[in-house]
């Protein structure tokens, strides 16, 4: 099972920053917060990842809260070509050892012109 | 950075068949790699992680009878979709992480649609 929730869609005009929000109130002090983002018929691109700190590259920002429940991933200036579905996704460890990235269902951008 | 590649990106065949999709890590090394289906207007659900040198790990609900995986290289894996029916169409992605689990992100190939008619 999935250890977060996103909600299902979001709106946002372009040129203005896309902030979606997860929650992973379950998460464990060493599991990390991955985003991802899949454009229809093509495999997930991975975009940013964090375990406590406030995280930036090229792409995106991540923010964390201090108590790590929650996240939000900021595209400082969305373009049409992020509408994408954005998946938030905790790394983990299993009881026998493995690990597991699961997709929960994400949540759908559609930037606007 | 770091390249997963698929192969085919798209096949189709006919039922009862089987079907073998390729998975490579170009430019690293995997010990590990995942394989995720993933049905129209679904996310994608992980079916197995395959182990470099033993046998993968299913899912709880996946046919290993079925699903077959190999993971023979460091840079190779492959799943065969045996004795494939309509249901099995999916796309079907694999993914791979050049380094250590949690601080290393999962690369992933751009999937395979497979279609059988």
């Known amino acids: 099972d999935a250890k977060t929730t996103q909600p299902p869609s979001m709106d946002c005009a372009e040129g203005r920053a896309a902030n979606l929000p997860c929650n992973h109130s379950?998460?464990?002090?060493?599991?990390?917060v991955y985003w991802y983002r899949q454009i229809h018929s093509q495999g997930p691109q991975y975009i940013i990842h964090g375990l406590k700190n406030n995280e930036t590259n090229e792409m995106a920002s991540l923010i964390i809260t201090e108590d790590r429940k929650s996240s939000t991933l900021i595209l400082p200036h969305a373009t049409l070509r992020d509408t994408a579905v954005y998946y938030c996704i905790v790394r983990f460890i299993t009881q026998g050892g493995s690990e597991k990235l699961v997709f929960g269902k994400g949540t759908k951008l559609t930037v606007n012109p | 950075g770091a390249v997963v590649s698929q192969h085919p990106s798209r096949v189709i065949c006919k039922s009862g068949t089987s079907v073998k999709i390729e998975c490579r890590s170009l430019?690293?090394?995997?010990?590990?790699m995942f394989w995720y289906r993933q049905f129209p207007k679904q996310s994608l659900m992980l079916m197995a992680t395959s182990n470099e040198g033993s046998k993968a790990t299913y899912e709880q609900g996946v046919e290993k009878d079925k699903f077959l995986i190999n993971h023979a290289s460091l840079t190779l894996s492959t799943l065969t979709v045996t004795s494939a029916h309509p249901e099995d169409s999916s796309f079907y992605i694999c993914?791979?992480?050049?380094?250590?689990?949690?601080?290393?992100?999962?690369?992933f190939g751009n999937g395979t649609r497979l279609t059988v008619t």
């Open positions: 430019d690293f090394q995997a010990t590990t």
């Open positions: 379950t998460i464990s002090g060493n599991e990390y």
């Open positions: 993914s791979a992480s050049p380094g250590q689990f949690y601080n290393s992100p999962l690369h």
